[in-house]
């Protein structure tokens, strides 16, 4: 974990200490990335570095859970937005919101990278998961599923991870140019209707 020291800096700063070393580590392989790379990209001291971070290991175990903690964050926000909201409206809803986010903070190629570098760095890929059960217990805290009452609990979650998988397979494809932006959206709403009669 970083220092204190380093959250002890003001959030513009950590953002831009956070940022830099990402882009860093997006564009070369991790064992080609050096604290030099990273200290250059960020514009700051070689000393500041060892005040923040351990090592780069430090640093990429950082980068992995701030960008699920951030998508945490922004989920919630989402679902406190479309409070009230059944699942399937909450999941069409938030599709473009998802896409933007999804693309500008680089999660994909990002979390590609983190599982490609998980048994080399001992990253804890179960914090994934942790993450997930805080984002489905503020779901059935705050979106209807009078709907979907028939089904047990456990058979919600798993129709909820099938609606958001099929989501993030149609973000990934427009993120990859093999979509234009309406092309993925207008499949999705066909699947989520296909989907929503199902389920009910």
């Keep these: 974990m970083p220092s204190e020291t380093f959250f002890n800096l003001s959030y513009a700063k950590r953002t831009h200490i956070e940022e ?3 882009q ?3 564009t070369k392989p991790y064992q080609q990335v050096t604290v030099s790379s ?3 990209a960020a514009g700051i001291p070689r000393g500041s570095f060892y005040q923040y971070f351990t090592d780069l290991d430090d640093v990429y175990h950082h980068l992995f859970q701030a960008v699920i903690e951030r998508f945490t964050v922004h989920s919630e926000q989402q ?6 909201n059944t699942i399937f409206e909450y999941m069409s809803a938030t599709f ?3 896409y933007d986010f999804l693309k500008q903070s680089d999660y994909f190629t990002l979390m590609k990278k983190f599982y490609q570098a998980r048994d080399f760095l001992g990253l804890n890929i179960d914090i994934m998961d942790k993450r997930n059960q805080i984002v489905l217990k503020t779901m059935f805290k705050h ?3 009078d709907q979907l009452s028939h089904h047990s609990k456990a058979r919600i979650i798993k129709i ?3 609606l958001s998988h099929v989501k993030y397979h149609h973000i990934s494809k427009i993120i990859k140019n093999s979509a234009s932006f309406q092309e993925a959206y207008d ?3 066909f699947y989520l209707t296909v989907m929503k009669e199902g389920a009910e």
């Design 20 to 22: 830099a070393a990402k």
């Design 24 to 26: 860093v580590f997006l």
């Design 38 to 40: 990273i200290v250059k």
């Design 79 to 84: 679902i406190y937005a479309y409070k009230g």
């Design 96 to 98: 473009e919101s998802d």
């Design 143 to 145: 979106l209807n599923f």
């Design 160 to 162: 909820i991870k099938l």
């Design 187 to 189: 499949d999705y709403q």
